[in-house]
């Protein structure tokens, strides 16, 4: 049982401005103390970016709601966070919720996914939450009952040592969703088609778009149960250490 | 075997003008026909981020040597060779050689590493080199033959699917090395520092920098391997679920 008010940091990859984040803060507000740190702008596709080379901002926008952004990407938001803002290691790391999926191969690109994992690295039991649909504008309010029996879990029980949630909601009416289950992160792969935009010398320019290609058919999927009408939790590990080492012990010799 | 002259895709994230990719190319050229496509600038530190929602450029530097610039990430960088460079989906990609260290949890960061393992995701045998050493000038002569030997095994062998081999190379004396071990992701963390630069209005900027914190303790890690003189290989996978995902079903339920 959690005695003292939990300390709880909240970010996410779409940006300050974004509704996701928004009510995600405002529902997690009635669980714990709450801080966001946010990008200043849209970092989608951040990943586990992180900025080298050159400085960051940080700025309070609002002192009550301890709202930050930062100018850097959200594993930046996470580390400025734990080092210059929160008053202690936080419970728990909220990242999301983010306009778009973030299941199968798209964790790997999300910045959503990859703020939680910063934090995970740091030893705080970490969630991230996404949405299927892309829009600017989701009925978020019926997921809030979900989101915090899920916040009131995780600071009950701890994640293991490394794992972080990938949590999708599925993009359809929610009296249809069936309930939660736990996954293994689905087969899928990114077709991009690069646009021919414009010439300048010898530079040629590209817009990227693409199109998504899944295997859903594995039960086991966060792919099938979310096109099954189930919510997903993929527990996803910060090591990637492949299970498959013994087959490759043909690349080993001493001098 | 090898019947006809393989098709090597070249990408970094140290830039087109670093000295780890300049040498990996040459070497490789012995191998196979090669196309290197690398960023314009310096991008480490860009893990699997990919650019969204504004166009990137490609430029062909060296027509004889096949040498693309893009202004994109690492991953753009293999996104835009497949679709728009490269005659045929490549026999493999190998990304580096890295100026710096991308052992134990600097995988999860690196440019370098996430090149590679994008390549990975279209089915493609990758690997990603690393040397310690984080200067521009390193001897980097003594591991060509290393590199040759592995280009030639995972030619023929190939790798799991879904798999990439991360290998460092440890900064000392050609001499002391070992030999090769197949290791772990060793377990580790960066504590960072945010300097203060300057205040403009209600925005402060920090400088980064970071202390590296590693368990070296672990004889199945990278790390462990690194400081007792091996080249370390970690076959890493961009299946990112946690084996621990029984532990987790007190989240599950249906509605």
Same mark, same amino acid.
């Given at each position: 049982m959690i005695k003292n008010k939990p300390l709880i940091l909240v970010v996410n990859?779409?940006?300050? #401005?974004?509704?996701g984040i928004s009510f995600l803060s405002s529902v997690i507000r009635e669980i714990g103390d709450v801080f966001v740190v946010a990008p200043h702008l849209n970092r989608s596709g951040a990943s586990h970016s992180m900025t080298l080379n050159q400085p960051i901002y940080l700025e309070k926008i609002n002192e009550r709601k301890n709202e930050f952004i930062c100018s850097g990407t959200p594993v930046d938001c996470v580390k400025i966070a734990m080092k210059? =803002? @929160?008053?202690?290691?936080?419970d728990l790391c909220i990242s999301g919720i983010n306009h778009g999926s973030n299941h199968s191969i798209n964790g790997l690109y999300s910045g959503t996914l990859h703020g939680a994992m910063e934090a995970t690295i740091h030893g705080v039991s970490s969630l991230a939450f996404s949405h299927l649909?892309?829009?600017?504008?989701? !009925?978020f309010q019926p997921f809030g009952s979900i989101i915090k029996k899920m916040t009131h879990s995780v600071l009950e029980h701890h994640l293991p040592q490394g794992v972080t949630l990938n949590v999708n909601f599925p993009n =359809? !009416?929610? !009296?249809?969703i069936k309930g939660l289950k736990i996954c293994q992160q689905g087969k899928g792969c990114w077709s991009e088609e690069f646009k021919y935009v414009k010439k300048n010398k010898s530079k040629t320019f590209y817009s990227i778009s693409g199109e998504f290609k899944s295997?859903? !058919?594995?039960?086991?999927?966060d792919s099938w149960a979310l096109k099954n009408n189930f919510i997903s939790i993929v527990p996803v590990? =910060?090591?990637? $250490?492949?299970? @498959? $080492?013994? #087959? @490759?012990?043909? @690349?080993e010799y001493e001098f």
């Amino acid at each position: 049982m959690i005695k003292n008010k939990p300390l709880i940091l909240v970010v996410n990859d779409d940006g300050i #401005e974004s509704q996701g984040i928004s009510f995600l803060s405002s529902v997690i507000r009635e669980i714990g103390d709450v801080f966001v740190v946010a990008p200043h702008l849209n970092r989608s596709g951040a990943s586990h970016s992180m900025t080298l080379n050159q400085p960051i901002y940080l700025e309070k926008i609002n002192e009550r709601k301890n709202e930050f952004i930062c100018s850097g990407t959200p594993v930046d938001c996470v580390k400025i966070a734990m080092k210059k =803002i @929160l008053p202690r290691k936080p419970d728990l790391c909220i990242s999301g919720i983010n306009h778009g999926s973030n299941h199968s191969i798209n964790g790997l690109y999300s910045g959503t996914l990859h703020g939680a994992m910063e934090a995970t690295i740091h030893g705080v039991s970490s969630l991230a939450f996404s949405h299927l649909s892309y829009s600017d504008t989701i !009925n978020f309010q019926p997921f809030g009952s979900i989101i915090k029996k899920m916040t009131h879990s995780v600071l009950e029980h701890h994640l293991p040592q490394g794992v972080t949630l990938n949590v999708n909601f599925p993009n =359809i !009416n929610f !009296n249809q969703i069936k309930g939660l289950k736990i996954c293994q992160q689905g087969k899928g792969c990114w077709s991009e088609e690069f646009k021919y935009v414009k010439k300048n010398k010898s530079k040629t320019f590209y817009s990227i778009s693409g199109e998504f290609k899944s295997d859903f !058919n594995d039960k086991k999927s966060d792919s099938w149960a979310l096109k099954n009408n189930f919510i997903s939790i993929v527990p996803v590990t =910060i090591d990637s $250490t492949s299970c @498959l $080492t013994q #087959e @490759l012990n043909y @690349l080993e010799y001493e001098f």
